[in-house]
């Protein structure tokens, strides 16, 4: 059973993301004066007296739009309706009821889904308490009046949802869930890709590079494992951003990387890796996160002898810091090799957390210095004393020697590689941290 869902449902420009956002503890949802900037559904977890639940953000209702953006929205917002276990209606209280309200309203009423009405933007309750009376004739029942902005109201409002909550289940809570965030410059097929995972369109899918703005998270279930997926808005060059909602974006593309256990960087077949993949590569490397290079629209490409094991030594030469990742060719449209995806996120994110004993790291490091003696300097020569491990997420390894100085580069990439050779960790960096004795702490 997992945790229960509460989706925050209106018309545009309600204040849906402000309301989000503080339930939620952070800026999690971008905030704009421009209705429509929430177009996709935005998850984050959150607790109330006790009560873990997910909230989903949701872009703006407008039932008539005939826009194919502001269509999708409304496609996304009945998902979000589908999967929700409570659902906030949030309207706007200085400009009273509205048709969309009334249009919106028949529509949540037809779910049969427990609804709890928000009046927002109640920032002096005692001028707009007249208006409130409106708000009964949406039948829906008594309307909470809140201040997002001020966060006023809004403990009577979770008070309701919390009320509304289905019984509580053994096994609501779940922390063996494999984070994934789907990583790449825009228009490479990320949110294509989580689609055909999820056998529904959950991401909104358009030509239209940037589609995807919000870092949207996605509960996901399969033989191999439970999973978060989060579809990422592109992130592209910074020449190229002009807007300070695409500033956010990119924010929240990094932030999503720091959030993820293994990231999927996706890469355009036909295109090959740019200057801005390597860029985004490295982020995630720098992050110490698990990666998978992911080369999507594999079946657009004309195929000969040689032609998959070229492209891989293609793309290692240009990520050569990432020698590490697994390289995985997918078409997100047709589902080529896509079920794969799973065996390598599983075996990547368990590389990334894995755990060497003491004992047996020493005896590697012991053999690797018999094989290549450690470096000398001006008659010095380095000592390693001994190593532990100190973290995963990446693995890290803290190495004691007689003279941190005399510890160069090369040899801390020989060390890694033969650590590499002997304990797998395919798909994760791997750190070391130099100290002199007596510098344990």
């Not at 070391?432 to 004795?437: D, L, T």
């Amino acid at each position: 059973m997992s945790k229960p869902i509460v989706a925050i449902i209106g018309k545009p420009n309600v204040g849906k993301s402000t309301f989000f956002n503080y339930l939620a503890g952070s800026r999690i949802s971008i905030v704009q004066d421009t209705p429509g900037v929430t177009r996709d559904r935005v998850y984050a977890d959150t607790n109330w007296r006790g009560r873990n639940f997910t909230l989903i953000d949701t872009g703006g209702i407008e039932p008539d739009s005939e826009d194919i953006i502001l269509s999708q929205m409304r496609e996304q917002a009945n998902l979000a309706i589908q999967m929700a276990d409570v659902i906030i209606f949030l309207t706007d209280i200085r400009q009273g009821v509205t048709a969309a309200d009334k249009e919106i309203a028949l529509m949540l009423k037809k779910s049969g889904k427990p609804i709890v009405l928000v009046c927002n933007k109640a920032d002096n309750f005692e001028k707009e308490r007249q208006e409130i009376y409106e708000f009964y004739n949406l039948g829906i029942g008594e309307p909470f009046p809140i201040s997002a902005t001020n966060a006023i109201g809004i403990g009577d409002v979770l008070d309701e949802i919390y009320e509304k909550f289905p019984p509580k289940q053994e096994g609501e809570e779940d922390d063996d869930i494999i984070k994934v965030a789907v990583i790449g410059k825009p228009n490479v097929g990320k949110s294509s890709l989580i689609n055909k995972i999820l056998g529904q369109n959950r991401a909104i899918v358009s030509n239209i590079a940037g589609t995807t703005r919000d870092a949207i998270d996605t509960p996901f279930e399969n033989e191999t494992g439970k999973y978060i997926l989060i579809d990422t808005a592109g992130v592209r060059k910074k020449s190229k951003v002009t807007e300070s909602i695409e500033k956010f974006s990119i924010m929240r593309t990094l932030l999503a990387i720091e959030r993820a256990d293994v990231c999927l960087m996706m890469i355009d077949a036909q295109e090959g890796v740019t200057d801005q993949d390597a860029k985004i590569a490295g982020e995630a490397h720098e992050a110490g996160k698990g990666i998978i290079i992911v080369v999507n629209k594999w079946d657009a490409i004309e195929k000969e002898n040689g032609t998959l094991e070229n492209y891989r030594k293609k793309i290692y030469e240009k990520l050569s810091y990432l020698s590490y990742a697994p390289v995985i060719f997918i078409s997100a449209k047709t589902g080529q090799r896509v079920p794969k995806l799973f065996e390598l996120i599983h075996q990547v994110a368990e590389e990334n957390s894995k755990r060497i004993s003491t004992s047996v790291l020493n005896q590697v490091i012991n053999e690797a210095i018999a094989m290549v003696q450690p470096p000398t300097d001006k008659g010095k020569r380095l000592k390693i004393l001994y190593g532990t491990q100190a973290s995963t997420k990446p693995p890290t390894f803290v190495i004691f020697v007689n003279n941190k100085e005399l510890f160069h580069f090369s040899y801390e990439r020989y060390l890694i590689n033969q650590f590499r050779k002997e304990f797998g960790l395919q798909g994760t960096p791997v750190r070391i941290m130099v100290r002199e004795k007596g510098e344990e702490k």
